[in-house]
Nanobody, 125 residues
Framework: QVQLVESGGGLVQAGGSLRLSCAAS????????MGWFRQAPGKEREFVAAISRSGGNTYYADSVKGRFTIARDNAKNTVYLQMNSLKPEDTAVYYC??????????????????WGQGTQVTVSS
């Protein structure tokens, strides 16, 4: 049982930066692998980034590698997505997700158990 709330979305120009936050409830946050996904209008939900329970391992979609950074602060029950060098194609609703499993495919949306409500990111050209 965990609730996730994203924040930090907004409108930025191409080349700009945003930092998304995902605040989680409960005292077992460190037990979950955490991920960020995004969905643009008319497109499938796609994997963006994920992080292991301790924060020691991170994973990124090729499309954001080198531009986005995922991090977590287990003491604050929060996971972050720092987005730099934003492009118009990054425009989407961004979702935070939590996974109980430590062995499921970390890039697969279907493997996650809990989801936030999403936050809109719009990048203008």
């Amino acid at each position: 049982q965990v609730q996730l709330v994203e924040s930090g979305g907004g409108l930025v120009q191409a080349g700009g930066s945003l930092r998304l936050s995902c605040a989680a409830s409960g005292r077992t946050f460190s037990n979950y692998r955490m991920g960020w996904f995004r969905q643009a209008p008319g497109k499938e939900r796609e994997f963006v980034a994920a992080i292991s329970r301790s924060g020691g391992n991170t994973y990124y979609a090729d499309s954001v590698k080198g531009r986005f950074t995922i991090a977590r602060d287990n003491a604050k029950n929060t996971v972050y997505l720092q987005m730099n060098s934003l492009k118009p194609e990054d425009t989407a609703v961004y979702y935070c997700a939590a996974m109980r499993s430590v062995s499921a495919t970390i890039r697969a949306a279907r493997a996650y158990d809990y989801w936030g409500q999403g936050t809109q990111v719009t990048v203008s050209s």
